[in-house]
């Protein structure tokens, strides 16, 4: 199958061909037709195999084939992302589909001065990838209005979904044209976000390319239990001994992500950190240092686990557990892409046997442990298995009562030195040489 069977224009055939891609991957074989016929789409396919192109394809198709021009402070495709670092890399994928078309894009999120967005704005743009805060700014401002809206992509849609972006989402829905394509990707959709988008999606084309919540088949994981206070310990071991050069690492905390960064800096590793408390410019150097080569290793917290897309990464390790299990198919989703091979190796504790259990439920798979020797854990992690259950280590069996009863009865065994109770057959020792006398 090729791009041209999908119907897509030689414009956006001859752009793929330049990105060396080859054959559409399964997502985008089935969600461009159905986003090229106008229709609502809801994709499931795992990480990393193609989603931008599945949509930002044929939605650059459309822009250049329906619709009017864009007028000023206005936007024709609003694409609604959850972190600022995907923002810009969505952003890049629309500019080098759309490479030679007559087409503006823009990028918009908090974190950075809000005036030369607002200058952006003011021509119009035909693509504008945002944040859904920052975009509600912009639209309270007027510098965009939404009335141009032609279609609505929610990337990475259940976390856009979930409770902390609802009231925002629900200003932007409210404002926008009842009239539209409305398009939700996603490598996960929990069955509550599967019945919220039922409420936004009219006849939509459902896609699904692999079990739903799936990891990528290339994706070797395992897990090393661990007590919790030896973490940072075992990790730089796990590093040094395996020579792991090139990782991206989870860490649940921003003071965890510090800290582990400078273990690794002290310990000679190029590294640079991502989290929340980071100023919007230097979360984007950190990526862009990472993605470069500049530093081999990355510490984040939960703002880098999604869609972002790091050429040839081998490795992420999870020092913590996600406290979200969709957040585990995100994370590891980072190595592995576009059919590449990768590993995922996650750090886990006693503590974290229940969110390791909704893991393995989630991906239908018990995750192969692997102690490692001389970091076993004191505080022994519960088995889990792939059906979320946590295995309870049985009671130890009760010692029986002797009935009260009987108790009478055995006055002589009761009152006997230990070594003749127990049934031990030693000979009982010499008696005295005085007593024997007696
Ligand atoms: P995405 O899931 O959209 O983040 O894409 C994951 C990676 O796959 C990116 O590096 C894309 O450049 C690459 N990619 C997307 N579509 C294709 C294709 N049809 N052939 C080869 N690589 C692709």
């Known amino acids: 199958m090729s791009f041209a069977s999908l119907g ?77 670092e995907l923002a810009e890399q969505v952003l890049q994928s629309f500019v080098a589909y759309g490479k030679g078309l007559d087409l503006r894009f823009l990028a918009t999120y908090g974190g950075v001065s809000i005036n030369p967005q607002m200058m952006k704005l003011r021509k119009g743009v035909d693509v504008l990838v945002a944040t859904p805060g920052r975009l509600l700014d912009l639209n309270r401002q007027n510098a965009v209005q939404f009335d141009q809206v032609q279609t609505l992509v929610l990337d990475e849609a259940d976390r856009m979904l979930d409770l902390g972006f609802a009231r925002e989402l629900n200003a932007v829905f409210a404002a926008l044209p009842a009239q539209r394509q409305t398009l939700l990707f996603s490598a996960t959709f929990s069955d509550d976000i599967r019945a919220m988008a039922a409420n936004i999606l009219r006849g939509p084309v459902h896609i699904s390319v692999s079990p739903p919540n799936a990891t990528a088949s290339k994706i070797e994981q395992w897990v090393v239990p661990v007590d919790k206070r030896n973490k940072p310990d075992l990790f730089m071991h796990l590093v040094a001994q395996n020579h792991w050069e090139h990782a ?61 897309d790091i050429d040839d990464l081998p ?100 009152d006997k030195p230990h070594a003749q109770r127990s049934g031990n057959k030693r000979k009982p020792a010499a008696q005295p040489s005085k007593a024997r006398g007696r």
């Open 315 to 414: 490795l992420v390790i999870n020092v913590d557990l996600p406290i979200v299990a969709q957040d585990y198919v995100h994370r590891i989703g980072r190595t592995g892409r576009a059919g590449a091979k990768g590993v995922a190796v996650s750090l886990v504790c006693a503590d974290e046997a229940p969110q390791l259990a909704a893991i393995e439920a989630l991906i239908r798979q018990t995750l192969p442990r692997n102690e490692e020797p001389g970091f076993e854990a004191q505080h022994r992690v519960p088995q889990t298995s792939a059906t979320g259950e946590i295995v309870k280590k049985p009671k130890k069996p009760k010692k029986p009562k002797v009935p009260q009863a009987s108790i009478g009865a055995l006055p002589a065994l009761r």
């Open 248 to 308: 991206l690492v989870f860490v649940k905390t921003r003071n965890g992500v510090d800290y582990l960064a400078t273990v690794l800096d002290e310990a000679g590793y190029s590294v640079d950190t991502i989290h929340g408390d980071k100023p919007q410019p230097a979360r984007l150097r950190a990526l862009e240092r990472f993605k470069s080569g500049e530093v081999n290793m990355l510490v984040a917290t939960d703002v880098a686990a999604r869609g972002l």
């Open 8 to 84: 897509l224009i030689d414009p956006l055939v001859r752009n793929v061909r330049d990105l060396n891609y080859r054959t559409p991957t399964p997502v985008q074989a089935k969600a461009i037709p159905a986003v090229l016929s106008g229709k609502d789409v809801m994709a499931g396919a795992q990480t990393g195999t193609g989603k931008t192109a599945g949509f930002a394809l044929p939605l650059l198709q459309r822009l250049v084939q329906h619709g009017p021009a864009v007028s000023s402070n206005r936007a024709r495709v609003l694409v609604l992302v959850p972190t600022r």
